[in-house]
Every structure is written in C-alpha cells, then in structure tokens.
C-alpha cells in the first residue's frame, strides 16, 4: 500500500511527485542503462560497459545482448537510443553498432550518473502503453487506485521469487495500518512519527538510511541584504531537536545540510542546533520585518505541527511567520527524497527539482561537493531541517524484504510465506 495517487506509469513524466515509492516502482519495472550501488558507485544494468571520450561531450554505452521488452521485442541500440532522445532533446543521440552514442555541446562528466534517474529508464512508449525491461511487468493498471505487477519470466538478471505483487494507491497512512492490522495488506508505509512506536509494539518495521530531507523552501530571492539576514535568523530560531523529539517521535535526524551525512560525511559541519540569541540578534539588525506566509500539505496533520512550532519558535526571536493556505506562499515547508546514494548527483537533482540554481561540481572530490552545497544554501533559498529515512511495515509472511540505501526495495527477491490451510 502507498500514499501516492499515482495517475501515469510513464517514469519520465515529470508531473508526478518525487517520492521512493515511485523510484522504487520504476526499479521494478523498468531498468536504466546504468545504476548506482549502495555507495554512489556507477555498476552496469542495460549497459554492460561504457566510456567517455576526453573532454566528455562523447559517450559510448555498449548494450547488454538477449534483453526483451514486456511485448517480447528484443532491447536493440536504436530502441534504447530512441527512449532517451524522448526525455532529453539536448543530446543528440543515435545507435551505433552494438551501442548507443550520447554527443553534447558542453562537457557533461556526470553524463552516465545522469542516467541512472529513473526517468532515463530504457522503455518503449506505445498508445496508452509503457512496456519495460524489468523484473515485473504491469497487468493491471487503474490510474490512482491500484496496480498489478505479474513477474518477468525472462528478466535477463533472473525470476523474481514472487508471482504477483498488487499495489493499493491513495491510502492514508492510518489505513494502511489497519489493512497490515487485520491481515489485508503484507507491506506498508509507516508515518514519521509512528515508526518507533510500530518497532515497540511487536510488528515487523523496517527502515532505511535517512533518505528523505525535509525543509523550508523559499518562493524567492531574498530582495534585500536585511531579507537575507533574516532569513538566516529563522533558521537559527528553529528547536529542530525538540520538534524531533516531540513531534517526530524520536525518528529523524536534524540537519541545516541539504546532503545526509552518510552521504557527503560532512553534514555535521554546518550547525543545526537552536541558538536564540544569535537569532534575536540578527533580527535587531532589521529595522522592519515582513509577515512571512507558509504552507504545507493539508492531507499532512504532522506537517501543519512542524510548521505551527516553527512559527512559535519564529515569534520567539521577533519573527513573523503565518502558517496556512496561500496561493503564493513565501515559504513552503516540503518532503523530497534525494534523488541518489552519489552525493554530486543528489545535490544536483534535489536543486533542479526545486527551482534553485543547480551547482557546477567540476569534479568529484569531497572538497567540490562541499563548496556546492555550501553556495546552495548560502543563496538563501532553503533551510533544511531534518534528513528522514523510509519507514516500512511488515506482515510476518513477508520474507527478504531487502531496502537499498536510497530507501527503496528489492522486490524481485522478496517472497510471502505460504498460507496456512
């Protein structure tokens, strides 16, 4: 069961929200030319080698032989060729021999990360039809309601161990509860705030990495050098340890860095603590002060908490801060997974995704990715305030659910004990 209202199937249809659920749909039926393993490192998929020539405005992926889409029709360089030129018109990219060559304008040295997003993934686009390459193909779909997935038989990396795998769309989180409660349902999404409690209470929880950041986004440019002063006394102003504790249950880890810390392995070094004074001091230096709008997700009640305790915290420090509904808010208060377990990549996703400047990392040292992300939030943009994991329920039939760091699961080697007669 999932909370996404899922209304396409097509991974490169940029109107649906990011969330792990879909990433981990599009993982179970379609397949990228490359992907990343748990530690940010390039691994082969469609593509079983590549390279890129010197400059990087050339590259070259040689296709993995005997692969079929759902319809049975063989995966060639000119289909794989033709599924990418559809998402990205930029490129000028074409099948050559037994590969498939990708030539930009520019230098794109993360051209092949680029590719392992899921709307790069390998598909064939028919009338009213998505067929892909994966372990899992689609038999039933009803747009926002449910789908049904039947196993690949021929998936060139091996069988999935399950034969079936049907998906109920658009459940709230307490009905997902109830269904895993009373036997109807074998996986779940659990809330932020119930994951500790779930793991207490006896039931089978399972629980990614932080993967998921959660912070306030800003509609604009700050105007003036007093607006960027305040904004940065908001973030001091806010108890991100206290709304964790409290509202989030203990689950989470607070955060000012946009990258976990698992992730970029210096997280720490931008400080999230509360600090009041420094926040009354800032503001002192403004002599008058805007009424800042903020929304959220009105189907969220954890949301509409968080951003009511920000603003308490925000009036604390002579900040004005209005939670509600607004056609065009100041500032939005919004959940996204980062994008990839490769930190470059994540920042840059999670930049584009938003609307703020997307960095230029030149190369892939720490030291690059630091200075990136330190422009990022230094724009005034955005204030992250805490990096969630994926949090899961289990039925006791459910065996080998496996999570990748990103947050997503490994269907294809999941199987259900057999019902008792």
Do not use: C
Request: aromatic content about 8%; overall charge negative.
């Amino acid at each position: 069961m999932t909370r996404m209202a899922l209304s396409t199937l097509d991974p490169a249809d940029a109107s649906q929200p990011q969330a792990i659920f879909r990433r981990a749909l599009d993982r179970s039926v379609y397949d990228t030319l490359v992907t990343f393993d748990d530690f940010g490192r390039i691994q082969p998929a469609l593509a079983l080698s590549w390279k890129a020539e010197p400059g990087n405005r050339r590259w070259q992926f040689w296709i993995r032989q005997g692969v079929t889409f759902d319809d049975g029709s063989p995966l060639t360089p000119t289909s794989a060729a033709t599924s990418l030129r559809e998402v990205n018109t930029k490129w000028a990219i074409s099948a050559l021999g037994d590969s498939v060559l990708i030539e930009t304008d520019t230098p794109e040295p993360w051209l092949a990360a680029q590719l392992t997003l899921p709307k790069y993934s390998i598909v064939k686009r028919l009338t009213g039809k998505v067929l892909g390459t994966g372990p899992f193909h689609v038999i039933d779909w009803q747009p926002g309601k449910s789908l049904t997935l039947a196993a690949n038989e021929s998936y060139w990396g091996g069988r999935p161990f399950a034969n079936s795998v049907e998906v109920a769309l658009a459940k709230p989180y307490r009905d997902q509860a109830l269904a895993l409660q009373f036997g109807r349902t074998d996986v779940i999404e659990v809330a932020p705030d119930q994951a500790r409690r779930f793991g207490v209470e006896g039931r089978t929880a399972i629980q990614s990495s932080p993967i998921e950041l959660t912070a306030l986004l800003f509609a604009r440019d700050p105007a003036s050098p007093d607006e960027r002063i305040l904004r940065e006394a908001l973030g001091s102003s806010i108890d991100r340890t206290s709304i964790k504790n409290v509202l989030l249950q203990g689950n989470g880890e607070p955060t000012a860095a946009i990258l976990a810390n698992w992730m970029s392995g210096y997280a720490f070094l931008f400080p999230s603590d509360a600090d009041p004074a420094k926040s009354r001091q800032e503001r002192s230096q403004v002599r008058q002060a805007p009424a800042w709008n903020i929304s959220y997700d009105l189907n969220d009640p954890l949301s509409r908490l968080i951003v009511e305790r920000i603003a308490l915290n925000a009036r604390d420090v002579g900040i004005t801060v209005q939670p509600g509904v607004s056609n065009q808010p100041d500032i939005r208060l919004v959940t996204i997974p980062l994008s990839s377990t490769n930190g470059d990549l994540a920042l840059m996703n999670l930049a584009d995704t938003l609307g703020l400047p997307v960095p230029n990392i030149t190369d892939a040292s720490p030291e690059a990715l630091y200075e990136a992300e330190a422009a990022l939030l230094a724009s005034g943009r955005i204030i992250p305030l805490f990096h969630l994991p994926a949090d899961y329920g289990l039925s006791n039939s459910v065996k080998n659910w496996q999570l990748r760091r990103d947050g997503t699961w490994d269907l294809a080697n999941t199987w259900l004990l057999p019902e008792k007669p």
